[in-house]
């Protein structure tokens, strides 16, 4: 069992940078990858990037090169630094991690760009 928390969500202008963080209420073991997705009205949750647990780290093709996500081991805790931000990178983020077959969510953080 494992508790997200995800903050840094705000309202920011296109081109501006903005860091989500991501607070797990225990250690991340070695095997739990973690991630995070994004939501928009009416769409499917979609997966902006994943971490290992040993580091290693995929992006979707729509953020590559303006997002990175990291994590900070002795804090439980999970980032994701944004640049460059976009209309379209307006959703609600979410905290995944995956552990044992089982999938455990934050409640989402608003990420708002205006143009």
């Known amino acids: 069992q494992v508790q997200l928390v995800e903050s840094g969500g705000a309202l920011v202008q296109v081109g501006e940078s903005l860091r989500l963080s991501c607070a797990a209420s225990?250690?991340?073991?070695?095997?739990?990858?973690m991630a995070w997705y994004r939501q928009t009205p009416g769409k499917q949750r979609e997966l902006v990037a994943t971490i290992t647990s040993s580091g290693n780290t995929v992006y979707s093709d729509s953020v590559k090169g303006r997002f990175t996500i990291s994590r900070d081991s002795a804090k439980n805790t999970m980032y994701l630094q944004m640049n460059s931000l976009k209309p379209e990178d307006t959703a609600v983020y979410y905290c995944?991690?995956?552990?044992?077959?089982?999938?455990?969510w934050g409640q989402g953080t608003q990420v708002t760009v205006s143009s």
């Open positions: 225990r250690r991340i073991f070695s095997g739990e990858n």
């Open positions: 995944n991690l995956w552990s044992q077959g089982i999938n455990y």
